[in-house]
């Protein structure tokens, strides 16, 4: 159980469009996902806050208005990456909080990653 | 004065042996530590846990050790594995879910 998923697992776009990302949980209900930017070689760093019902609240330096956040229900929040650049190129990481029944305390659980390539 | 150890951004091992990685926090207030296991391409993995009341806790061929004077987090692997080569992150939650990770060691295992 606690499994969660994105997709896709890997896009590659051209300069100037937008991409949707989606993370799901499979088997649990998430109110609240964390999405997560990666450079290569580098640590993940916290982008922003999905709370289904509600605005995202992001981190600071995140602009809103680039990296869209929709939680529409309570297994589905999306990324939607607005007028990509090739700067935007990144590895997306989502993650929400459950319980496995093994560890119960603040566990996270993570998705296997959206790598975005804009050219 | 005590030492601390020293975070490495890769460390290479031999294949059997022990493996070291350190880390250093930042929140003093952090009540929550995790190490994480992340694969090329593919997210974090789970792999221990220590809350802020405890100083060491014992996974399978994991160990974790908590200091909290010096902010010192540092994960052990015993009899190091090919199958054990990653990069491994530790993270400091805040007690509202938010992690913050460490800067990342990439492990790599000789046969």
């Known amino acids: 159980g606690a499994v969660v998923s994105q997709h896709p697992s890997r896009v590659i776009c051209k300069s100037g469009t937008s991409v949707k990302i989606e993370c799901r949980s499979l088997d649990f209900q998430a109110t609240t996902m964390f999405w997560y930017r990666q450079f290569p070689k580098k640590s993940l760093m916290l982008m922003a806050t999905?709370?289904?019902?509600?605005?995202?609240?992001?981190e600071q330096g995140v602009e809103k208005d680039k990296f869209l956040i929709n939680h529409a229900s309570l297994t589905l929040s999306t990324l939607t990456v607005t007028s990509a650049h090739p700067e935007d190129s990144s590895f997306y990481i989502c993650?929400?909080?459950?319980?496995?029944?093994?560890?119960?305390?603040?566990?996270?659980?993570f998705g296997p990653g959206t790598r975005l390539t804009v050219l | 004065g005590e030492s601390v150890g020293l975070h490495l951004p890769t460390l290479s091992v031999q294949e059997g042996d022990n493996s070291i990685i350190n880390c250093a926090y930042s929140?003093?207030?952090?009540?929550?530590f995790i190490w994480y296991k992340q694969e090329s391409g593919k997210g974090p993995q789970f792999i221990i846990d220590i809350r802020s009341n405890m100083d060491k806790r014992q996974g399978q061929r994991v160990t974790v050790l908590l200091n909290k004077t010096v902010k010192h987090l540092s994960l052990q692997i015993a009899a190091t594995q090919p199958g054990d080569s990653a990069v491994y992150f530790c993270a400091e939650n805040n007690g509202d879910y938010k992690l913050s990770f460490g800067a990342g060691t990439t492990v790599t295992v000789r046969a």
């Open positions: 929140n003093s207030a952090s009540d929550y």
């Open positions: 993650s929400a909080p459950g319980t496995s029944g093994i560890r119960s305390y603040n566990e996270q659980f």
């Open positions: 999905s709370n289904e019902g509600s605005k995202a609240t992001y």
